[in-house]
């Protein structure tokens, strides 16, 4: 595993697949490198009548292989769908090309765990570097520890140093990760482990 550090973090703390750890206190001021125009269309519109949006974490862990973008979409649906979670969960996954702040829905409403636990209270709240409580509750609500591919920065755009050959390869290169136990910028934005690290991803309902 190479240690990577982004511009603006105090400290990054290597990514496992079990290990819990303290907040690290990532700094909020992140700098994805990359163009800040992001997406506007995926916004407030579609939450009418709709009170929340859910978070979790997958309750397995694998390598970063997961067939691109659309495998860790279908790994959230199937997640969801076994723990009788009604709606349209995707990954909190970016890939170089793909970031999350393009495809997925802004949310006007609160985003929760599936025990109500509020994790933002929109979705410019849960991308401005800090969020309310840890994401570390799976689709069933059983609590999950370890650390979470993500590719993704606190601001919603991608990590574009490497993606793991956008999320397909298990092979040569780094992606980047983050952690269940943080607030902190770093709960999306810690480590960068070699791809054939065993982790979960967060799934969010759409």
């Known amino acids: 595993m190479r240690l990577v550090f982004l511009p603006g973090v105090v400290a990054l ?8 750890r303290p907040d690290s206190g990532m700094d909020a001021s992140v700098d994805s490198g990359t163009d800040s125009g992001v997406d506007a269309g995926n916004d407030s519109g579609m939450d009418s009548g709709v009170s929340e949006r859910r978070i979790f974490v997958t309750d397995t862990e694998q390598d970063a292989n997961f067939g691109g973008i659309t ?3 279908e790994l959230c649906a199937s997640q969801a769908t076994a723990a009788n ?9 970016s890939t170089i090309g793909s970031p999350v702040s393009d495809r997925l829905t802004h ?5 929760v765990l599936v025990d109500g636990t509020l994790i933002a209270n929109d979705w410019d709240d849960l991308t401005d570097s800090s ?3 840890p994401i570390n509750l799976d689709a069933s609500g059983q609590p999950r520890g370890g650390d979470v591919w993500t590719g993704t920065l606190p601001d919603g ?13 298990n092979s040569d290169g780094i992606g ?6 943080s607030t902190a910028g770093n709960w999306t ?4 482990p070699s791809c054939s690290t065993q982790l979960r991803l967060y799934c969010i309902e759409q």
């Open 71 to 73: 495998g860790a979409d």
């Open 131 to 133: 969020i309310l409580a």
């Open 13 to 20: 703390l290597a990514c496992t697949s079990t290990e819990s």
């Open 176 to 181: 980047l990760c983050g952690t269940t136990v």
């Open 107 to 111: 949310a006007s409403v609160p985003y």
């Open 157 to 169: 755009l991608p990590y574009l140093n490497d993606d793991c050959a956008g999320f397909t390869s």
């Open 189 to 192: 934005a810690n480590d960068t």
């Open 85 to 93: 979670l009604d709606g349209d969960f995707k990954a909190w996954l």
